[in-house]
């Protein structure tokens, strides 16, 4: 395998396992894991790995799964404040929940709802559910968020972390295909200072970055 740069901080990625045929190296600097990019799926393929998820607005399950999301802005923030679901998907859960208090959210996903007109505005809060596992590059993806964010606005997402107390093997987290980028709580102290932010919380699966 070639040597490959982390593609959050840059610093050396080194192999750190391989698991149904799918490389993974680690990152020395942040300690990140990520798919080694010869493992990607095609974009027809992970369009089409997507097209399977079933996130129903009606689920009471999903529902339940993205509360964490939402009261996080709603405590945050007011319903006439301007709001941004990155990678939103076929089915916008959290977007339709805040929908539900009054909050209109606008809608960005490059394969489902890809008007780039809504990365042209800037926004109170940006919400990101189980979308930043997804991210080929990640650090572009996360300058591109925090330009889109207004003073004072948040950056909150949803992902399973990473850390070394996990069985990487038995990790149930990266058998899916387009989960390619595992942050470990380092990864979002390096986000935090690389991009400006004044604060961070991480409250198991919610990470809030704020300016």
């Not at 689920?59 to 006439?80: C, H, M, T, W």
């Not at 559910?129 to 591109?144: A, D, G, M, T, Y």
């Not at 038995?170 to 470990?184: A, E, S």
């Amino acid at each position: 395998m070639e040597k490959l740069s982390c593609f959050l901080c840059h610093a050396p990625a080194l192999y750190f396992s391989t698991h149904r045929g799918r490389d993974y190296l680690k990152c020395s600097g942040c300690q990140s894991v990520m798919l080694s990019p010869e493992n990607y799926l095609s974009p027809a393929e992970e369009k089409e790995r997507y097209d399977q998820h079933n996130n129903d607005v009606s689920d009471p399950g999903y529902r339940l799964f993205v509360q964490p999301l939402i009261r996080a802005v709603i405590n945050k923030y007011y319903s006439e404040d301007s709001g941004l679901d990155y990678g939103a998907g076929s089915g916008p859960v959290a977007s339709y929940l805040l929908k539900e208090r009054g909050y209109q959210t606008l809608l960005y996903d490059p394969f489902y709802w890809p008007d780039h007109s809504v990365l042209e505005a800037r926004y109170n809060y940006i919400i990101c559910s189980e979308v930043i596992e997804h991210f080929h590059s990640p650090q572009n993806e996360f300058r591109l968020m925090r330009s889109l964010l207004l003073p004072g606005g948040s950056l909150f997402c949803m992902t399973e972390l990473y850390d070394d107390e996990i069985e990487f093997e038995k990790w149930y987290y990266k058998n899916d295909p387009t989960h390619v980028f595992f942050y470990h709580r380092e990864a979002f102290q390096w986000i935090k200072k690389r991009f400006g932010f004044s604060e961070l919380t991480m409250k198991k699966r919610l990470i809030t970055l704020s300016l």
